[in-house]
Structure formats: C-alpha cells, structure tokens
C-alpha cells in the first residue's frame, strides 16, 4: 500500500504526517521535494530514532505548499496541533524571563515573561535572562536605589516606601516630569548595560551608610557590588557593535543533538541555554522546527548567528529577523565556541539521557509490550475525600513516558465522599464527555488508582460514550505497601503481576504517586484556603441565594462555625443550621 502510496507523491514542497496503525500522527516534517523526502523513510537504510519511526508507520498524508517556507509554517502548526510523539517538542510553555520597564502610568520595573507581555508604547523590555533569580535581583536592585513605583494599584495616602524614600509618592503626588525623565535615563542605561552607573551608585551609597554608622546595610551592599563585578567578568565577550543578537549552534553524535543558545545583549552574554534531545536522521529538519517553535515563545533578536548546514533564508523569513552565519573574527569564536560547549554538554551528559529515556519512554515501551498495544498518551485519575460530603479528583497525564502537565486537571466532585464509584464515573464522565465535545485528544490507557469498583466505573462511563472500543483501561492495584504490584486488566479483569525490578513498576509507581500527590496537594489548597464559598457548596440545603446571605452575613467560614444555630436560624431553617453546624464543627476540627 505504502509503496503505491510513494508513486503519486509529487516532487514539490511540503509538509507530510506520518500515522501509526492507529491513525494517530506520529511524526510531522517539511521537505523541499516530498517525493524524494518520503522514499527516503522507506528505501534507504535508517537507523536510531528513524529506524522506531519507521516501524511504526502504517500510512502517511502529505500537503503540497507553494514554498518550502510554507511547508516549513505549516509543519510548526501541526506539531502544535497534533503533538507527535517522535517530534522534538518544547514541552515547557513558559518562555524565559524579561525585566520590563514602563512609564505609563506610573514608571515601574519587574520581571515578567515574554508570553505575557502585551506589546505597546512606553514598555521596554531587557534580556531574556535563562536565570529567573538574577533578573529578579537585578529589579529588586534598581528598585531599591532609584525612587520608582513599587505597591500595587493607587493609595490614597503615601505608603511606606514613600517614606523610606523609595518611591515619589506617584498615587498622591504631582511628580515633576524632568525628574521622572532623570531617573529614566539612567535605568536604561544600567539596563543596555552601563554597569559604571550602577557601580557608582553602589559605591555612593556603600559611603554614605559607612560614614552614618551603619555597617549592617553598607556589607549588605557591599555583597551586591560584589556579585555585579563577577557578572560582568562572566559577560565579558568581544562584540563592541551593541546589537542584541542570539548564536545558535549545535553538535550531533550517536543521535542526539546538543543545541546551544548564546544571549548576548549590548555586547553582553546575558546567559546561555542547553538543550539535548535524540533526533531523527534528518536532524537537521529537527533543529530548523525547535528553532522555530523556541522563538515563537521568546522574544527574537535583530540577529541570529547559526551553523551554514541550516536554512538561513528561510529562518529569517520565518522570524523576520537577520539569520547568518560567520566565517572569521570575534563572531566566529563565539560561533564556535558554542559549538564546543554543545559538545562538551552532550559528552558529560549522555549517559545520564540515556538513563532517562530508559526509564521513561523505554519503560513506557515494555508497558506496551505488556499490555499488547500502543501507547501515547496515558491518563490516571485519583480521588481524594475531604470531610463531610466533600471529594475531589484529580487527572495527570503521561505522554511517552513523561508527564504533561499542562494537560493535568482537578474536579470539585458532588457526589457523596464515601461513594468511590459514583465519584470516578462522574470525573471521567465530565472529562471524556467534554474531550468529545470539543474533538480534543484522548488518552490511549486510563489507568485508575484502584482496582475492580473503579476500573467498572470507568469502563461504563466509557460505555455510555461510546469510547469503550477505544480506550483500555486498568487498575493499579496496590499491595499491603501501597505499592502498585498487579494491573487490573479492565477488558478480562484479569490481575497482570508486575516485576518490582523492572522499568514498568518505577514508571507505574511514579505515575501512582505523581496522580496521589496531585490530587491531595489540590484537597489541601482548598482546605488551606478555607474558601467560604467552596464548603458552603458542599452543605446540604444551601443553594446560590442561601450562600450569598451567609458570606454577606459572617464573611468567613471561622466566623460562621462561631455563630449559635439562633443566628444562623436567622438566615436558613432549622435543619439547615444544624447541617452548617455539624459541617463546619468537623472541618474546624481536621
């Protein structure tokens, strides 16, 4: 089929999807000639990552683009959409961390992440800084030395930073404009990296706090002089043009590529960033798509120097930046010495990668092996009572051997804490009939922290949406340890004994653990926030126009358990005082 398949393939650019024998979409790649791209999978000799790509492959479908800059788009959007399991993929959503400046309303500085910042006039934005904890104390600095706006909202009144002469009392004060405008231009300057305005500052104040006797903050400052000169020592690179630009390079080896990023903003190396990953036969193909998906979640320089093996016209047209490479001078050096800190990390690292893929996508293998399937995507669901008539759920989800947590979910449940089964049927009724409503992506097994009432549970609410022929379910049943030593099989309901010395036991106990630690952190956050509203919703005979009277009249839920059933006969009946009263009696007790 696949070889007939080949022979209308067109040689044109564009972008083609590999599908597995369940039609799901496990690989997704560009090519400038896509006949010549997919005969290459099926007729020449592969090997590592490619060679478990291919034996997979049941089928393919491909899309004709009008340019390999098209093709290349759209192959970043499906990966997006249909997160491939043998793509190379940024699995972490935050992007790094920005120090912002603003003026309007009031001039302000803090750290914030480039995802969320909303681009307009007046913002001013420096780095990215890999490390959260040096931008942080880069802000806390500038904010501590110059008078900028530091509470949050308007006061009426001056605030305490007013009065320790680190802010101008904006809220209240009609704050000259040309001082504002001082202060300003001496922050972006310290910011474009003037590290003598900061250093002066520092020593400024290192004396005045030494000749007022106060010793305590003139070595608390003394400390931060101190760190500033070993950052700048460690920034140190022979670029004097002042354009913020980004190097990329990389070193491949037995697989795996090791890509390197340098940060060098106003001639200065803010930071740098490893990433290793093993990677198709096209690797190249692989480093083009991360490069792309990174920069679509960070802000992009003016310009990128990168290895001649990659598609420079074509990044830059993607990223709308300047891509080069270099061949002689400073830039080579830094290019290079990229190169030699990618390979320095993927030879002190490999072995201990390796490790990690055995233990989470090669585990997530003998799972499979196992139960006789494939598996992607594994969700595991958790309940968890919490006094009364009180429970919630929670769901992770594991996706080739490693968690997902942005797909993880929690659940409020209305059934009663002592009924299990009716609680698991619930959750997963909400979640799968929510999935189908919205044709988001299923998980391949449901693993349930439990045995036979909640496996049944789950397989008739599967039943009723007709997703029983699709999902495999099992229980991870527990010994007198709780420890997951069997798997409830929830088509024969047969008991599966697990190895306590293979990869398959450590993957199940870490997913058994990671689901319990989910859910009871969540039982607890609600507990710990005593939220008024989140108990009441939970109390017999109180519904939406009952409650609002009870927060309106006690404010707090230690305020209602205080309160005699004659003050809360004022609001509900009697039965229902006496309910809130047993209620809240035992949660102020646990």
């Known amino acids: 089929m696949l070889k007939e398949k080949l022979e209308l393939v067109p040689h044109l650019p564009g972008s083609y999807q590999m599908k597995d ?84 309303p009031y001039p302000t500085l803090k750290v914030v992440r480039y995802l969320h910042v909303k681009k307009s006039n007046g913002k001013h934005l420096f780095g990215p800084y890999v490390n959260a904890y040096a931008a942080r104390r880069m802000v806390n600095l500038i904010n501590r030395l110059y008078p900028l706006k530091k509470c949050e909202g308007s006061k009426r009144e001056v605030c305490l930073y007013y009065h320790i002469h680190e802010c101008l009392g904006y809220c209240v004060k009609n704050v000259a404009k040309e001082k504002i405008d001082e202060i300003e231009k001496e922050i972006m300057k310290i910011l474009n990296g003037n590290d003598d305005i900061l250093i002066n500052k520092l020593m400024s104040l290192i004396e005045f706090h030494s000749n007022n006797l106060n010793y305590e903050v003139a070595l608390e400052l003394k400390s931060e002089l101190d760190n500033i000169k070993i950052i700048m020592e460690k920034q140190k690179v022979e670029l004097h043009d002042f354009v913020n630009r980004d190097i990329v390079n990389y070193y491949f080896e037995n697989g795996f590529i090791s890509l390197e990023f340098f940060f060098v903003r106003n001639g200065k190396l803010l930071g740098q960033k490893n990433n290793i990953m093993p990677v198709s036969d096209d690797y190249i193909d692989d480093i083009e798509s991360f490069i792309g998906q990174f920069y679509s979640k960070n802000e992009i320089p003016r310009e990128i120097i990168t290895n001649s093996e990659l598609n420079l016209d074509m990044l830059g047209e993607l990223l709308n930046t300047k891509v080069i490479t270099v061949t002689k001078g400073s830039k080579k050096k830094l290019l290079d010495l990229a190169w030699e800190n990618a390979r320095i990390s993927l030879k002190n690292n490999f072995e201990t990668i390796n490790r990690e893929i055995i233990r989470t996508s090669g585990a997530n293998e ?134 306590k010395m293979s990869n398959v036991f450590h993957y199940l106990t870490r997913i058994q653990d990671e689901v319990h630690r989910y859910t009871i952190n969540y039982h607890r956050t609600l507990r710990s926030k005593g939220s008024i509203a989140s108990i009441l919703d939970n109390i017999e005979g109180i519904g939406e126009v009952r409650k609002k009277e009870l927060i309106k009249r006690f404010g707090s839920v230690k305020k209602m358990s205080e309160a005699s059933i004659q003050e809360l006969e004022e609001i509900v009946p009697t039965n229902v005082a006496l309910n809130i009263c047993k209620y809240l009696t035992d949660f102020m007790n646990k």
Do not use: W
Not at 440 to 455: C, F, N, R
Not at 472 to 479: A, E, H, L, R, S
């Open 21 to 104: 024998k369940s039609g799901v979409i496990i690989y997704v790649g560009k090519a400038k000639d896509l006949k010549n791209r997919l005969t290459s999978y099926f007729t020449g000799r592969v090997t590592g990552k490619t060679k478990k790509l291919v034996s997979e492959i049941v089928d393919f479908e491909y899309i004709v683009t009008s340019s390999e800059l098209e093709s290349f788009i759209l192959e970043l959007n499906l990966i997006k959409k249909f997160d491939p399991k043998y793509n190379i993929l940024l699995r972490d959503d935050k992007s790094y961390p920005y120090i912002q400046y603003k003026r309007d």
């Open 366 to 499: 003998e799972l499979e092996n196992l139960l006789n399937m494939k598996i992607h995507r594994i969700d595991s669901f958790d309940n968890s009572n919490l006094f009364g008539s009180f429970a919630v759920s929670g769901m992770v989800v594991y996706k080739n051997g490693q968690p997902s947590k942005n797909d993880y979910r929690k659940y409020k449940v209305s059934v009663d804490v002592n009924d299990d089964y009716h609680t698991m049927k619930e959750v997963t009724y909400r979640r799968y009939y929510r999935a189908l409503m919205e044709n988001s992506e299923l998980p391949d097994l449901i693993l349930a922290d439990g045995g036979i009432t909640q496996v049944h549970a789950i397989k008739e609410t599967l039943e009723s949406l007709g997703l029983d022929k699709k999902i495999k379910v099992c229980g991870m049943v527990k010994n007198d340890k709780h420890r997951t030593n069997e798997l409830l099989d929830g088509d024969t309901l047969e008991l599966i004994p697990i190895d």
